[in-house]
């Protein structure tokens, strides 16, 4: 198990619980442009997309899809940030896996990501940051577990993925690396995590329970 030499992070639901924050900034859109707003299969959508997705699926169809997008690019997220709820021992894990590995950031997350981690306290925490922004195809693709892949000159079974959604199980797939399912038992995994101190006891060798591969 010591051979993970990188804990790549999915954000949104692994790091954070977001969907209150995601919940509020979506449905601030959706009102301005007169729209109801979202159900729980939108929700869920726009949880693992990045927010060029989420704007074009939320507007299918709509003759304002453009505008909703400028005015999406426009906003102040600031307001937004304190919806975002810390997952338990973040911090804590964070801090104990920097001298154990590397770890770094792999989300569909754009402009936000920085000021996510600025005002959650975690800047120095993570040794790379692979946004939306950062590449030509977002998740499901694999590019941005590639590019951190290659960052630390590392081979996929070197690196593990911690994933909350179909699409963190596919591109963690599709990039050749383990995968971590955090609370969600529903999704194949090598491990499935109910807390992120679990990541240490995978680190040291010990047993965590799994799903599948």
């Known amino acids: 198990m010591a051979r ?3 804990i790549i992070y999915d954000c949104d639901g ?12 979506y449905n601030h859109i959706l009102e301005r442009f007169g729209l109801p707003p979202m159900g729980s299969e939108e929700l869920e959508f726009v949880h693992a997309s990045t927010a060029e997705q989420a704007i074009d ?3 299918k169809d709509h003759p304002r899809k453009e505008e909703a997008q400028k005015y999406r690019l426009s906003m102040d997220y600031t307001p937004f940030v304190p ?7 973040v911090r804590e894990v964070l801090q104990a896996l920097k001298s154990k590995c590397r770890t770094a950031v792999a989300t569909n ?3 936000t990501m920085p000021l996510v981690i600025r005002e959650h306290g975690l800047e120095g925490l993570f040794d790379l940051v692979v946004t939306s922004l950062d590449v030509k195809h977002p998740k499901p693709d694999p590019e941005c577990i590639q590019r ?8 996929p079974p070197e690196a593990l993925y911690v994933g909350d959604s179909e699409v963190d199980r596919l591109v963690a797939q599709r990039a ?12 194949e995994a090598r491990y499935l995590l109910d807390d992120h101190l679990e990541i240490l006891e995978i680190l040291d060798g010990a047993q965590v329970k799994g799903k599948g591969r």
């Open 148 to 155: 951190i892949l290659d960052h630390f000159a590392l081979c």
């Open 176 to 187: 050749g690396v383990d995968f971590a399912s955090y609370r969600n038992p529903s999704l």
């Open 4 to 6: 993970y030499k990188a």
């Open 14 to 25: 692994v790091l954070f619980d977001s969907r209150e924050s995601n919940r509020a900034f």
């Open 109 to 111: 997350r754009g402009i």
């Open 57 to 59: 699926f939320l507007f």
């Open 83 to 89: 919806l975002m709820k810390m997952e338990p021992h």
